[in-house]
Nanobody
Framework: QVQLVESGGGLVQPGGSLGLSCAASGSIFSINLMGWYRQAPGKQRELVAT???????NYADSVKGRFTISRDDAKNTVYLQMNSLKFEDTAVYYCKVGTWPRYYWGQGTQVTVSS
């Protein structure tokens, strides 16, 4: 079994910052891909950012320059630093980790950007 524990969501004003973390534990040994996705009400889940084991990061155009993804392989943890947050960043954020073809999802953490 693999468990993913997300933390760091919350309420923030536009222009503010938040950091998310997702720690994986259990029967998971080698993680190639770690990433963050989000789902806003009434919308499909979308990619926010991913990072592979060699450090290659990929970002959605909507978050480039504002969000930074990083990972700590010793802790099986992936992070998402979100700066200059906008109203449209409001969503439930999910982490995803694993190696093809097996991936695991976190339970989601709410991020709300509101004045």
């Amino acid at each position: 079994q693999v468990q993913l524990v997300e933390s760091g969501g919350g309420l923030v004003q536009p222009g503010g910052s938040l950091g998310l973390s997702c720690a994986a534990s259990g029967s998971i040994f080698s993680i190639n891909l770690m990433g963050w996705y989000r789902q806003a009400p009434g919308k499909q889940r979308e990619l926010v950012a991913t990072i592979t084991s060699d450090g290659s990061a990929n970002y959605a155009d909507s978050v480039k320059g504002r969000f930074t993804i990083s990972r700590d392989d010793a802790k099986n943890t992936v992070y998402l630093q979100m700066n200059s947050l906008k109203f449209e960043d409001t969503a439930v954020y999910y982490c995803k980790v694993g190696t093809w073809p097996r991936y695991y999802w976190g339970q989601g953490t709410q991020v709300t950007v509101s004045s």
